[in-house]
């Protein structure tokens, strides 16, 4: 009777263990997978394979580049290439269906969102220099332009020295209003130089009178005049006041990631892709009804071929 009595106990607490362990199994069993599929992943790549996701920064008013549509979606140059290593990053992490989550950013908030794990890749208009190299990774180039100055038609400025002691406005956090800076101690202008919190409000500026010139990327100029359809209140003038290579940034100090972005662009240079992916998006009328019609630029190309050399050339 003694035994019979604890046979049913022994056997309960059997299943009660047996339930527990496999509860606990069951809690663990996706943290465990997920440690397991994300080992040897850098740690950009092992967030995007564990949350599905790839966070692409966006701007609002970088036309062509990275710019709303009239549905309000972004739509873009950089955005067309983010969204291809994209591609080559679910290869990397064996995912077909990584979700997009676009992130809106400006000049001023773009870099610390890429060193802050905000967004996984910027898609926008932005300059690869060695000052901002040291706190983020560069794609390879994807485009070349450089500072010039908007101003209204009827203005006599032709050159940055003919805005002696008037009104400038930039960009906050571009390498325009480096530029700006440099050339007003170069020549002793003696500008009032303003800063807005993106292009278009800086555009807004000149168009209300609240400056005088609008200095910023010769290509974002030309967006923004014909998005406006302002080419007969504006015109671009002067010459180069800066250099600006543009890239897609992410995290540095990532080499896995680093593979995946060059190999990206090389399969774009190698299958012929990427020139009809800038004849789309510079030649070509944008979504948005606007036609840039500016052609590739002889360093823009021979870019481009180097990395199609550096493929092995064409498939």
Known sequence: MHRARWRPVRAEGRALSACLLAACLLLTAPALAQTAGNEGLSPTLANIKATHTVRLGYRESSPPF??????????????????????????????ADLKVDYVKVTSDDRIPAVVQNKIDLECGSTTANSERAKQVAFSPLMFVAGTKLMVPKASGVTAVTDLKGKTVVVTKGTTNEQAMHSVDKKFS??????????HEQSYQMLADGKADAFATDDILLYGLIARHKSQ????????????????????????????????????LASNRDIVPLYNKWFISRLPTGEKLNVAISPQLEEAFKALDDSAGGAN
């Open 66 to 95: 990275s710019f709303l549509d009239h549905s309000n979606r972004p739509i873009g140059y950089s955005l067309e290439l983010c969204e291809a290593i994209v591609e080559e990053i679910g290869v990397e992490v064996d995912d």
């Open 189 to 198: 202008l003696g500008l009032n130089i303003v800063t807005s919190p993106d």
């Open 232 to 267: 007969d209140k504006f015109r671009v003038t002067g010459d180069y006041l800066s250099y600006d290579p543009y890239g897609i940034m992410y995290r540095k100090g990532e080499p896995q990631m680093k593979d995946v972005v060059e190999r990206t662009f090389r399969k």
